[in-house]
């Protein structure tokens, strides 16, 4: 069988890699992608830990848990392509560094 | 001389029981080869699944053979002509010699396409409609795997195939196929929403995400006790697979082929196929969820006919949706979105919502008045929404219709009728 | 090693691979397609953990949906993305470093707790039974208040979404 760390260390490195991709990418867009990496590394660790420890209950909050993470997922990426495209609109740019209206 | 009779008679029930039910006796049959050569139970398995699903798709890409000779024979009596009818009794073999010629063609690669997304999007599409093929039951023992989730199974496969769309659009480094990858955005993304909504009445009376299971319970087709929601579904099928009168990622009339217009060959073709493919799984899916899918008398105990009862009602469904493709007029794309946004998907909601509450209402040993009941429900719905859209959107008359403006026509120096209107005048 | 480490290996080295691809592609288009592959690696990893359901939903959700709308916010903001030079910000070494030194702590955290050997039980039928979790999210002892509260959150989303994205009537004049 496969060691429930396997799987903890494989959320562990992407969440890592996703956030790598918000921090270092100048593009609204590609920060989102990092966004979604590291969404997807929460789902891996929640379903891991419903599958090895639930125990003898037939529990269901792990699957309850990633169900509701899935929502958040789809209305946090519904948004936040709405805002890049609306900051599109009005600044011609998605570049994080060029949108710096607010600097005095 | 009655050993002979009693054996031919053996062997006759023998051949009856194959035709009966083929895939449980074939499965009997290499079972017992199997382990007779030595083989253990986990290989025999992978080894039987792995010719099952062979078996299925090659079965699929076969059948496609004939679905586009059906298409274009169909098609051809309905513009008045005859369809191909040179190769082979009447014209059976055309396809054959088309793939012929499509296998000889040359792959031209457009420059500045990006090689991995131009390349990988045929091989998308086919392979997303012949995942489809999977989960459908066609008969009680014929079937690919009744897993727990087949239906959102269904269209998350779906999904995949509009990746491929989208990779070839983007991937061809041409505008008329990057028009249509965006097309194909909104078109498919906006169609799943009623079709997911309206999916989820067959799964509400079966109490199953399983197409098998679904198949199974269908006492009554669905389509008599949800009318409205299997139209919806049909509507919104057919949108998935951009056919006509919602094939805008393809409008030859306005983005030349769409898509695949960079495409050449076997990449071509593998477009084609999974065009053709994707409307007959539709119809088996159409047939399956709302028709009975294979249930009929008869069909329980001899599976084969099973197959045969799911053939008829997915060639008849199939048969609508081409008589829709060559009799009905393409949409514009803001009336395609208008259409499915503010008509389908509040339609397909309350559909949803009132079925519910009478599928909870009635016990379902009352057959007759479920359907009663559902069939005043649906059309009371059907008619207060199209109150609604005449109210709210009433037919604007258009006063002008068009004013003869003739763009195309150089100015002339002397126009005819001034010239004859000033003849008098230059004679005298 | 059994065959399925072997498979867990393999797709896990194909989620992370593409996920690095899909935070250092120059092209934005290239890195949506990257984070397909890894979405598509993360569903694999849902069905080897027995959540057929959500391996099928993820591929939904995820790929169907969210992938395609980046897709698309990607072709509408093509314009300014010359994807040309770097695509990063200068101190990309550090948040690397950063991000290392954290990746190694949290595996000796994960490494040093007791229970990351459990061995998981069978799981019962039940628990993959959709019908049970379908009631546990519409019980009210359940978890009746977060799925109301994440359909108002779709809702509320549905509304805020188009309103930002929509062209406003004014800027349409200037």
Partial sequence: MIPLSWYLILAAALMGIGLYGVITRKNLVGALIGLELMLNSVNINLLAFWRYLHYAQPEMDGLVFVALAFVVAAAETAVGLALIISAYRSRKTVDVNEMNLLKG | MAVIWQNILTFLQGVLRFIGDPITILNQWLTGVLSGWGANATLIQVILAILGGASLVLGGLFFTVFLIWLERKVGGRFQDRLGPNRVGPWGLFQPLADMVKIFTKEYITPTGADKIPYNLAPVLSVGAVLAVIAVIPFASTIFGVNINVGVVYLMAVGAIGELGIIMAGLGSNNKYALIAGFRAVANLISYEVPMVLVLLIPVMFSGSLGMNDIARSQNVWYIFLAPLSAAIFFIASIAENSRAPFDLIEADSELVAGFNVEYSGLKFGMFYVADFLHSATAALIFATLFLGGWRGPGAESIPILGFIYLSVKATVVYFLILHIRFTVPRFRIDQMMNFNWKFLTPLALVVLAATAVVDKAIPSNLTALRIGVNWIVNIAIWVAADRLVRVVAPKRVVPEVARPRPLARPPLANPPQAAAEHEPGGEA | ?174
């Fill in chain 3, 1 to 174: 090693m059994s065959a399925g480490q072997v498979i867990f290996l393999l797709v896990g080295a194909v989620t992370l691979g593409s996920g690095i691809a899909a935070v250092n592609a120059r092209k934005m288009l290239h890195a949506a397609l990257w984070l397909v592959l890894s979405l598509l690696g993360v569903a694999f990893i849902f069905a080897l953990l027995e959540a057929s359901f959500f391996a099928v939903v993820q591929v939904l959700v995820y790929i169907g949906a969210i992938a395609i709308l980046i897709i698309f916010a990607v072709m509408l903001s093509r314009s300014s993305l010359t994807d040309e030079g770097t695509q990063t910000n200068p101190r990309w070494w550090l948040a690397a470093l950063g991000l290392l030194i954290l990746f190694v702590g949290i595996c000796a955290a994960i490494l040093l707790w007791p229970k990351v050997t459990s061995i998981p039980a069978p799981l019962p039928a039940s628990a993959t039974d959709l019908a049970t979790l379908g009631k546990e999210l519409v019980n009210p002892n359940g978890y009746l208040v977060p799925f109301e509260l994440s359909s108002i959150l779709l809702l509320a989303t549905l509304v805020g979404a188009i309103y930002t994205a929509v062209e406003k009537k004014e800027e349409i004049k200037k």
